[in-house]
């Protein structure tokens, strides 16, 4: 069965939409056979919505998850001095992204990778992601797993889950795997969690 997990085969049909993130306005190009293809998802605007911009600085980010890139954009536009990297296993959705990074004057800070072209060394100061909770629970465990050890001693991990697809679960999960998650706040079904590593008191 096609989903939008996996490269689509099937011809595409391409919809433009505007979206209002962190109160700036953005133009996006979206399509058939990617997550979300005719407008910015309620869990992602959730995520907007509850979070605050990042500061600007020296730092490597990654949207996890891109779809058509709208966190990648949002992030890079808010902080000049990032590098963004725009990761998924759909090509249509990285080629959308690279689209949108370059509609909106940033795709010198966006790179579109594929999950294996990341290297083993790269480590990032913030994950962003609307994880995709729909591949089921031992795949999205294995994946959270592998790309939250990315993260510096000091990163964050800003994270929003459907209440009705097992967010409550998920901080639960992500507690018994060491890792101090905060609930930044509730809206619409979905919650935001930001994870971050064990401070050690020693």
């Excluded at 293809?37 to 509850?50: P, W």
């Excluded at 979070?51 to 536009?77: H, K, N, S, W, Y």
């Excluded at 000049?80 to 296993?89: I, R, T």
Aim: charged letters at 25%; aromatic letters at 8%; hydrophobic letters at 40%.
């Amino acid at each position: 069965m096609s989903h939008y997990f996996e490269t689509p085969t099937a011809d595409e049909k391409r919809y433009e939409f505007p979206a209002v993130i962190w109160g700036r306005q953005y133009g996006f190009t979206s399509s058939s056979g990617v997550f979300s293809s005719t407008r910015l998802d309620l869990g992602t605007s959730v995520l907007f919505r509850l979070t605050e911009p990042p500061q600007d600085r020296q730092a490597r980010m990654l949207d996890l998850g891109c779809g058509f890139g709208a966190i990648a954009v949002a992030l890079a536009t808010e902080c000049p001095s990032v590098l963004v990297d725009a990761v998924d296993v759909n090509q249509r959705a990285l080629g959308l992204t690279q689209l949108n990074a370059e509609t909106n004057g940033v795709s010198d800070q966006v790179r579109i990778l594929l999950p294996d072209e990341v290297t083993d060394d790269t480590a990032y100061d913030e994950i962003w992601s609307n994880p995709p909770i729909r591949i089921g629970k031992k795949a999205l465990h294995e994946m959270l797993d592998l790309w939250l050890e990315r993260l510096t001693p000091t990163g964050t991990a800003t994270l929003v889950v459907a209440k009705n697809l097992g967010a409550d679960s998920l901080h639960e999960w992500l507690e018994s795997r060491g890792w101090l998650v905060a609930r930044l706040g509730s809206a619409k079904g979905f919650r935001v969690l930001r994870t971050s590593r064990q401070v050690s008191s020693r």
